[in-house]
């Protein structure tokens, strides 16, 4: 068996590039910078929430105004034009058109003018969603905590939408910050979002997560339609197999990583460990990237058939 330090050490490791690749890692507020043995048991529990597939958070850029025509019709549609209650980033309420319509003024002369219609962004319109079943009260209290966090500085409203299938929360942020400086949210900064918004919903108290679809395995490599219709009849001169678009450098990284945490929880004393190994095995083994890789080295058989079955190229 292998020491409990030495399983820490690649839990750490490994457990960083599996769950916070190039990202920061969210920890929890107020709590002092964490020893290994402390982040190993953080990554035991992210772990543990993945393998059984605790519901994803969904964090969404849904667009923007360009000008104030745009970000005021938003407004409207977000508060169903005045009949729910939009809060501002000081924890304001308003409702009904006057009280827009005021604060959207507030909007235009918060910082540098914002014209009818702007050449460039000048609002960024989020969407933070639950799937259904959660109480959309907390889906509120912990988008207004990640609101705080990720969008200080910020002018922003948030309007709780519980009226359809899954509990989710609108939020306009201005693109300009209070001191000048400009909103340019990327991919790594969405991850982020998602990290930041599924850290402040389990100290509510909600399973949630923020994996990568890489880390949980899931895949969008299609083969195009006509690249099928040539391989059913025989006409395919160069055969591509769907896994090269699959089988990414990040979801290689996240199977190796998924591999290595494996090897070392399997091999640890503790028993709670080698379950976590055992289940980590099957998630793995039902993941499709998984699958398919697999499938990838019996495929390639029926690769050399298909191109003995192509005619030969014209000299």
């Not at 108290?205 to 969008?220: L, V």
């Not at 190796?256 to 190994?277: G, K, N, P, Y």
């Not at 080295?297 to 190229?313: D, G």
Request: proline letters at 5%; hydrophobic letters at 35%; glycine letters at 8%.
């Amino acid at each position: 068996m292998t020491d409990p330090n030495s399983i820490d050490g690649v839990l750490v490791q490994w457990g960083d590039r599996l769950f916070y690749p190039g990202n920061r890692i969210v920890k929890t507020r107020d709590q002092p910078r964490l020893g290994a043995r402390s982040r190993a048991a953080a990554i035991r529990q992210r772990i543990a929430a993945t393998v059984r597939r605790a519901p994803q958070v969904m964090v969404k850029v849904t667009g923007g105004g360009r000008g104030m025509k745009a970000i005021a019709a938003h407004f409207r549609y977000i508060s169903k034009n005045g009949r729910l209650d939009i809060e501002d980033e000081r924890g304001q309420v308003c409702r009904g058109k006057e009280e827009v319509r005021d604060l959207l003024e507030d909007w235009r002369f918060g910082g540098s003018q914002i014209q009818d219609v702007s050449d460039r962004r000048e609002a960024f319109n989020i969407m933070l969603s639950m799937p259904r079943g959660i109480d959309p009260l907390t889906v509120q209290g912990a988008a207004r905590e990640f609101a705080k966090e990720e969008l200080a500085d910020h002018k922003y409203v948030m309007v709780l939408h519980d009226h359809q299938a899954n509990p989710h929360v609108h939020i306009s942020v201005r693109a300009e910050s209070m001191h000048g400086k400009r909103l340019n949210p990327r991919k790594a900064d969405l991850h982020r979002w998602r990290e930041t918004f599924a850290e402040r919903l389990r100290e509510w108290g909600i399973d949630a997560e923020a994996t990568r679809q890489a880390t949980r395995g899931q895949s969008r490599g299609y083969l195009p339609l006509w690249r099928i219709k040539a391989r059913q009849e025989g006409r395919e001169r160069k055969p591509r197999d769907v896994l090269r678009k699959v089988l990414t450098p990040g979801r290689a990284q996240a199977l190796e990583a998924w591999q290595r945490i494996t090897e070392a929880l399997s091999a640890s004393t503790d028993v709670a460990d080698r379950s976590l190994a055992a289940e980590i095995a099957r998630f793995t083994g039902g993941a499709p990237a998984q699958r398919e890789a697999g499938q990838r080295t019996r495929s390639a058989p029926e690769a050399e058939q298909v191109r003995s079955r192509s005619p030969e190229p014209r000299r």
